[in-house]
């Protein structure tokens, strides 16, 4: 399976940008579709994540994104969706979508078998 990450960008503190994260290959060993990011310097940090096997999509957050980002799913086109809201400069990071065999949601990097390459998102005005 591949990931494709899109959709960073330089925003502004307050405004909004969307990733997307397509998947291409054999999926249905998978249960969820994460996002993570990684700022400089610092470690990756689990951000959000999504069931993608079942017809119900369960949606988990980070406390430090709760509220301001919004994780979906489009199962036609295999594509998960981050919407960043009301964006902080703290929110500046590489953000990595990756999916997850466990059968549970997990926050562990480790848990996460496949990876997109990541794309850059700057908060900044």
């Known amino acids: 399976v591949q990931l494709q990450a899109s959709g960073g960008g330089l925003v502004e503190p307050g405004g909004s940008l969307r990733l997307s994260c397509a998947a291409s290959?054999?999926?249905?060993?998978?249960?969820?579709m994460g996002w993570f990011r990684q700022a400089p310097g610092k470690g990756r940090e689990w951000v959000s994540c999504i069931t993608i096997s079942r017809s119900d999509s369960s949606d988990y957050y980070a406390d430090s994104v709760k509220g301001r980002f919004t994780i979906s799913r489009e199962s036609a086109n295999n594509t998960v969706y981050l919407q960043m809201n009301s964006l902080k400069p703290e929110d500046t990071a590489i953000y990595y979508c990756?999916?997850?065999?466990?059968?549970?949601?997990?926050?562990?990097?480790?848990?996460?078998?496949?990876w997109g390459q990541g794309t850059l998102v700057t908060v900044s005005s």
């Open positions: 290959g054999f999926t249905l060993d998978y249960y969820y």
């Open positions: 990756a999916l997850s065999s466990q059968g549970y949601p997990s926050m562990a990097t480790a848990d996460y078998e496949s």
